[in-house]
C-alpha cells in the first residue's frame, strides 16, 4: 500500500492520527506500518455505533449431556470407533494458544509457563504428555496444528524447536497465525503501541478455523485424511486431547460436532453453558442468564442449564468448511490495553481504557447442526490456569495435578 492510499482509509476511518509519526520511522518502518494499514479492518470500528455491546440471543432452552454414567455404559463402543478414527488418521488437534501469559507475570507465551514446582514443567509440555497418551494407546501420531499470534509466534516455534517438541513427533505439528484485530479508545479511535506499530489483538478464539485456512493449512488437513478437529485452549492442563472415547461418542451419535462440558459447581459458576438457541446448539455465558434459568431445575430437582463448557470440542471438517466464509458475530470486549500517549510515551492502564474486537468459538458452535453435550470429570479434566493465585489459577491447578498423579 502506498503512503496516499494509507493516508486516504485512515482519513475517511477517523483514524488521521495513525500516520502522525510516520516522517519519524525508517524506511522498514514505515513500509510495516503501510502494510498493517493496509490489513485493518475498519469495518469493526462500525460495531461501536449500535446501541448494545452485546450479540443478541434467540430463545433459549436447556440442552441436557450424555452423563457419566451413560458414558461408562457405552465406554467400550465409544473407545472402539475413536481407537478406530485415529489409527486411521481421521483425527487431528489445534491448540489455541494465540495468548501472553502476563496475567500470571509471565512476558511470554502462556505455553511457556513453567507449572512445576520441584522440576521444570511447562504448559505446553503437559498438553503434550497427554496427547502422548494417545499416542500410546493407539499407535498413531495425531496431526496437531499450534495456532499462535504476531505477538507470540516466534517465541513459540523457537520453544519447541529448543524443546525438541517435547518429544512429539515434529513431522505432524504444523504451526499457524492467527489474524489480529485493532484495540480502540471508549471513543472508537485506534490506540498505537509505538510510533510505527498500531495496537492489536489476537481476534478471539472463533478465528482459529479461518486462519488455518488463510494459512493454507486445510491443504495439509485433506492430505493427511483428517475428518474431525479437536479444538482446545493452551489454559487446562488436565485437558484430554484427541480422547477416543469423546470422538467414539460423537461418531455412535452421528453428531457433527461435540463439547465436553463439566457439571456445574453451583447455580452462579462462571462458565458458558452448553443450550439450543432457535432449535440449535449454542452457548449462553454466564452473565447472559436470567436469575430463572439460573435456578430453572427438572423434576428430579437437577439444574437444566447444567453443563458448563471447557473449550474442548470436536468439529467435522465438513461441517467446518461449509461454513468457513461465514461472518461470525464480533464481540466487542473491554480490557486494559498498553498504548503510546500523545508524548510518545507508552501507558499500561491499572483499568480498562477500551475495547478489543472478538470472535468466539461458542458462535461455531451455534453453526452446526447439532452438538453432542458430553460430560466429564472436573477433577481429572478441568484445571484451567487463568490467574495467579484463587480459583482457576496455578495454585488450584496444582492441587488437581497431585490428584492426578502428574509429577512436577
Given amino acids: ?3 496516499e492510499e494509507a493516508k486516504q482509509k485512515c482519513e475517511k476511518a477517523g483514524q488521521g492520527h495513525l500516520l502522525a509519526y510516520f516522517d519519524e520511522l525508517t ?79 509471565l512476558d511470554k507465551p502462556k505455553g511457556m509457563l513453567n507449572v512445576g514446582v520441584n522440576k521444570e514443567l511447562y504448559l505446553f509440555e503437559q498438553l503434550i ?42 513431522e505432524y505439528v504444523f504451526f499457524f497465525v492467527q489474524q489480529m484485530a485493532p484495540s480502540v479508545n471508549y471513543e472508537g479511535k485506534i490506540y498505537m503501541e509505538d510510533k510505527g506499530r498500531i495496537s492489536t489483538s489476537p481476534n478471539g478464539n472463533g478465528g482459529w478455523f479461518i486462519s488455518m485456512a488463510n494459512a493454507g493449512l486445510l491443504k495439509k488437513v485433506k492430505e493427511l485424511g483428517v475428518e474431525w478437529l479437536n479444538v482446545f485452549s493452551v489454559d ?5 486431547i484427541a480422547d477416543p472415547i469423546f470422538v467414539g461418542a460423537v461418531l455412535k451419535h452421528q453428531c457433527v460436532s461435540g463439547s465436553k462440558v463439566v457439571a456445574k459447581a453451583d447455580p452462579y459458576e462462571k462458565v458458558g453453558v452448553l443450550c439450543l438457541e432457535d432449535g440449535k446448539p449454542s452457548i449462553v455465558e454466564y452473565y447472559e442468564m436470567t436469575e430463572e434459568m439460573i435456578h430453572l431445575r427438572d423434576k428430579q430437582g437437577k439444574l437444566l442449564y447444567n453443563y458448563g463448557v471447557i ?26 490495553i498498553p498504548y503510546m500517549d500523545e508524548t510518545g510515551n507508552v501507558v499500561k492502564p491499572e483499568k480498562p481504557n477500551g475495547y478489543k474486537f472478538e470472535t468466539l468459538v461458542l458462535d461455531m458452535i451455534h453453526r452446526m447442526d447439532n452438538c453432542l453435550s458430553f460430560e ?12 495467579a493465585t484463587g480459583v482457576d489459577s496455578l495454585e488450584s491447578a496444582r492441587v488437581l495435578m497431585k490428584k492426578n498423579g502428574i509429577e512436577f
Fill in 1 to 3: 500500500m502506498r503512503f
Fill in 129 to 170: 504428555h497427554n496427547l502422548m497418551q494417545v499416542v500410546d494407546q493407539t499407535g498413531a501420531w495425531v496431526p496437531l496444528f499450534v495456532m499462535t499470534s504476531e505477538k507470540n509466534n516466534e517465541d513459540t516455534v523457537q520453544f519447541f524447536k529448543e524443546k525438541r517438541f517435547f518429544g512429539y513427533n515434529e
Fill in 27 to 105: 524506511g522498514e518502518e514505515q513500509v510495516n506500518l503501510l502494510d498493517q494499514i493496509e490489513k485493518l479492518d475498519i469495518t469493526l470500528l462500525d460495531l461501536l455505533k449500535k446501541d448494545s455491546k452485546e450479540v443478541e440471543k434467540g430463545i433459549l432452552e436447556p440442552l441436557g449431556a450424555v452423563t457419566l454414567e451413560e458414558i461408562q455404559q457405552e465406554k467400550e463402543e465409544y473407545l472402539q470407533l475413536g481407537t478406530k478414527a485415529i489409527q486411521a488418521g481421521k483425527v487431528g488437534a489445534v491448540l489455541l494458544a494465540g495468548g501472553q501469559g502476563t496475567r500470571l507475570g
Fill in 311 to 336: 473449550l474442548n470440542y470436536l468439529f467435522s471438517v465438513e461441517a467446518l468448511e461449509k461454513i468457513v466464509n461465514e461472518n461470525l458475530p464480533t464481540h466487542i470486549v473491554e480490557k486494559k
Fill in 236 to 240: 487446562n492442563v488436565l485437558q484430554k
Fill in 376 to 387: 466429564v470429570e472436573r477433577e481429572k479434566e478441568f484445571a484451567p490456569i487463568k490467574n
